[in-house]
Structures are given as C-alpha cells and as structure tokens.
C-alpha cells in the first residue's frame, strides 16, 4: 500500500490567537480486514481487504473534488510561544476550584483579509488552562451555546463515570451542566478536556474544542525547573480561510491539517533556557507527532498518568499518539538556533499516499546553562496485583457502502459502537488483563476511560517485547497486527467508554461500553 501525507510548506505561521468579542485581532495569546455492506453489528472478514481499501479509496477520490486549501504562506508567522490562559476560579473557599466554561462560535481574525469561525470554550483556541491540586473538588458550569449537544470529557481524570461526559450524558444546544468531583490524592499529571458527543466529536474537535488540565501535586519533586505547556492541535483551512469539512480521505485516516499548532501558534519562537520541564500533549485528531528535539538531553519524567519512578532519557524521538501526554525535561547542550521538528513517522494509511515528510513545527532558541542534576526518584507507581479476569478486544476495519463518511467503518470485536449496548463488564476493584489485537493494515491507539492501565508486553511479527519502565497510562499506540496486553483496575462504578482516539475513528465505530459493577 502507498502512504500519503500532507505535504506542508512552512515558510508561514499562525500567531497565537484569541477571541474577546465577535472578531478578535491577532495577537500573542493562545488561538484560541473486512469487506461486505455493513447493515448489523457483525461482517466477516475478506482476505484481501486492502486492495479493497485501496480500491474503494481511489474510486471516491476519482468522484469527488479534491479540497482547494489555504496556502500556509496566506498566514504570518514568527512570534512566540504564546502562555495558556488559566481559567479563573471563582471560589474564596481553599480547596475549591469553580468555574465556568462557555461553548460558542467564535470569528477570529488570522490576518486583516481572512476572519475565521470556530467553536470555542471562552472565546479561545485552545480553551483555557485549568489548574488545581490533588484533593481539590472541581466544579464547572458548562453552558453550551453550539447548534449541536456536547459533553465535556475530562481525559484521563479518574472521576465518577456521570461526570466524565460520556456521550450518553450530552449537553444539549441552549443548555448548560455542572460537572463536579474531587481529584484524587496520588493523581497529579497532566490531562485535558474536549467533546465527547455521539456522531459530534470529530466536528467539535476539529473546529477548536480542546483545553488543556493539569493536576498538581504539594510535594512535586520538579516543581524548582522552569515549566512550559506545549499543546499540540491541527487546523486545515480551505482557500478562504474557512475551516474545512472532514474529506473521504480524513475519515479513512484521520484528520491533518495544512497547520501543526502549539499553543494555537502555528511555528512559533521556543526559548528553552537551561534545563526546562516541558508538558505536551497531542490534541491531533488523528496526526501522530514523532517529536525529535535536537542538541538536547531528553529526560522522560511522566506519561498520561503522572511520574513514572525515574527520570528515562530518551535517544529516539518522543512518539505520541492523539491523546497522549508526556512530560519531559530537556537540557540544552549547547546555545543555538535550531528546529523541532516531527519526523515523518508511517501509521500505515489507506490510499495512494506518498511517504510521510519530516515538518518543522518551530523555531528552538536554545541556551546552555550549568549541569542540572534531576532527582534519581520521582515517585512510587503503583504495582497491581495478579489478574483475577481477562478480557480480549480486536480492532478490525471494514467497508461499508452504506456510509457516507469515506465508506469505512472501523469496529471492535467485530461491531461498531451502540450508544444502548453494554459490551463488556468488570467488577468494581478487580485486577483485570486485558489483550488488545489490530488486526487491520494501520495504526490505531486505544484508551480507555475511569483508570489509569500498566502495558505489561506487545507482540509484533512474532516477537514479544515488555516496557523499559514502568508507566500509568490511559492512551496507547498499537501497529498493525501487534497484540497489546495490560494490566488494569476500574475502581469507580459505572459506565466507562474504551476506543481508538483518531476521533474519525472513533466516530465510525471503533468504540465499545464498559459497565463496571460493585
């Protein structure tokens, strides 16, 4: 099978941007293998699904006109990182955090000739930071001002399942929530939010509804390091600066972008002066960031759930799939002018696509200062015990010539996701294993929500490889054909989702409902 990419030209950029009223100026805030006709929950499998992928592809690509966008040299560039907006909290009591977040279309103004509408949370692209501490109790007034109903997903949050927006629970248009629940002590990391609405995430996310939410701890042992927040989201534009639909070929892979922002910046300035802890998260829909950071010791101090036990350098690039989050501490080795880039990293996507490019995303001002020395232990991660249930999912794709969205659905066990159907069933505390197999011809990643899982081993092409250390995660990448095994306890009742995060993905089907029980 061929790849393809977006190819990017990067001679321009988008400045951070931000929406005050109904057209914002732009400034240096944040901007804000199956093949059969689908027509039940099961289709069996065809052997050679992928030239009927490929096949399937490249008749629609033949039927439709290919999408006319904004060339990135339309846009300015060259200002700095712009810093995240804390969302206020409105509480005098210690221990509290109140707030409100507003859903609305916003018009933002990316030049003086092109002014853009997107759906953001308080007027900004990405919405704004929360900030709390472990044992804080959160509560959040949502008031949804779209044409369509939304929930807020708290990801990666172990809070109770009727506060963790699932689909079911939706927001309707006109409409507002409170979501209220306490951080757990032991849970500081770095999370986020975003829409998690049935057959609306996609829309929703790609039109701007994202922010970012961090969990601090009293007693971080890396709270002296200078800290910076990179929140990587995509934007593709058409020709007239309007955010473009979901193409065929967006809904068979996954949504890229013409754009590669950070902070809502598309190639900012970074300045990392001496040793700095960065958080990032990929908010992509579907690009998978494979982050080189050059002429830098690279420390890996924390994945999706917080610390892992000690600082891990990394002599790779930081691969993270949509959804996932790291922290890391980068110390520059010399002082010098240099590019982060993500290296072209191959996800095994349908169609005739060209390799994947490496892309510059930004402009690295890098300064060497004295040695640092990082603490040898960060914290203790939790061991669970011996597995008492096991459970088994495989990841499949299929045609479907009955949907509209590119003709593909993307399924577990074998069925798409069904809003009314309970799929499988744990009982609250338990130490489950749970095995994981794609069994399609390209990456996927799976996440789960309500717990925190160990990756106990992966299996690929025969060979059978267990984690360098130990992580708490909620998002995980898995290649094609590789076999994934962890180890996980839902402590909390009720119904939890676990799905592929491409959110394309994820709205064709590739979702299942996990109700836990006491």
């Not at 306890?489 to 590739?510: A, D, F, K, S």
Request: charged letters at 20%; hydrophobic letters at 35%; proline letters at 6%.
């Amino acid at each position: 099978m061929k790849r393809r990419n977006f190819i990017m030209n990067i001679t321009a950029a988008v400045g951070g941007l931000i929406a005050t009223k109904a057209i914002a100026k732009l400034d240096n805030s944040p901007m804000s293998d199956m093949v059969c006709d689908v027509k039940s929950d099961n289709c069996d499998k065809g052997d050679n699904m992928h030239d009927h992928m490929n096949m399937n592809m490249n008749m629609k690509m033949n039927n439709n006109m290919p999408q006319k966008l904004l060339s990135t040299t339309a846009l300015p560039h060259g200002k700095n990182l712009p810093e995240l907006t804390n969302l206020k909290n409105t509480s005098t009591q210690a221990g509290v955090f109140e707030a409100t977040l507003h859903l609305k279309p916003v018009k933002i103004a990316l030049t003086p000739e092109i002014t853009t509408e997107f759906w953001a949370y308080n007027g900004m692209i990405p919405g704004p930071k929360i900030e709390v501490f472990e044992g804080d109790h959160v509560k959040i007034t949502v008031k949804n001002d779209l044409s369509q109903p939304t929930t807020v997903h708290w990801h990666g949050l172990l809070i109770p399942s009727d506060q963790d927006g699932n689909p079911q629970d939706a927001i309707p248009a006109g409409g507002s929530r409170v979501y209220e629940f306490t951080i757990p002590e032991g849970t500081a990391g770095t999370y986020w939010y975003h829409p998690h609405g049935h057959n609306t995430v996609a829309e929703q996310v790609f039109r701007g509804l994202a922010g970012t939410f961090i969990v601090r701890s009293k007693n971080d042992p890396l709270a002296s390091l200078p800290e910076q927040h990179w929140f990587f989201s995509d934007l593709k534009l058409t020709e007239n600066g309007e955010i473009a639909e979901n193409s065929m070929t967006d809904w068979m892979n996954g949504r890229e972008g013409q754009f590669v922002l950070i902070n809502g910046a598309y190639q900012p300035n970074i300045k990392v002066e001496g040793a700095t802890r960065v958080r990032i998260w990929n908010a992509c829909s579907g690009r998978y960031l494979n982050l080189s950071i050059p002429d830098c010791d690279v420390f890996l101090v924390a994945t999706d759930g917080g610390f892992i036990t000690e600082p891990h350098q990394l002599n790779k690039p930081l691969l993270l799939t949509p959804a996932e989050r790291a922290e890391v501490v980068i110390v520059p080795k010399k002082t010098a002018s240099l590019y982060l880039q993500n290296i072209g990293y191959d996800r095994g996507k349908m169609g005739n696509v060209p390799p994947e490019p490496n892309i510059i995303l930004s402009q690295l001002q890098l300064t060497q200062t004295a040695s640092t020395v990082l603490p040898t232990h960060l914290k203790q991660v939790p061991i669970l015990g011996k597995a008492v249930a096991k459970k088994s999912l495989e990841y499949t794709e299929v045609m479907d010539k009955s949907e509209p969205r590119g003709g593909m659905l993307f399924l577990i066990n074998g069925k798409r996701h069904d809003m009314s159907r309970i799929d499988l069933e744990s009982k609250l505390h338990d130490v489950e294993e749970w095995t994981i197999v794609n069994n399609s011809h390209m990456d996927h990643n799976f996440h789960i929500h309500g717990a925190q899982f160990i990756v106990q081993s992966r299996e690929l092409n025969g060979t059978k490889t267990t984690p360098e250390f130990v992580a708490l995660k909620d998002t995980t990448n898995l290649r094609p054909h590789e076999t994934l095994v962890i180890k996980i306890q839902q402590n909390m009742p009720g119904l939890r989702m676990y799905h592929c995060h491409i959110v394309e993905h994820e709205t064709l089907g590739m979702m299942g409902q996990l109700m836990v029980k006491e």
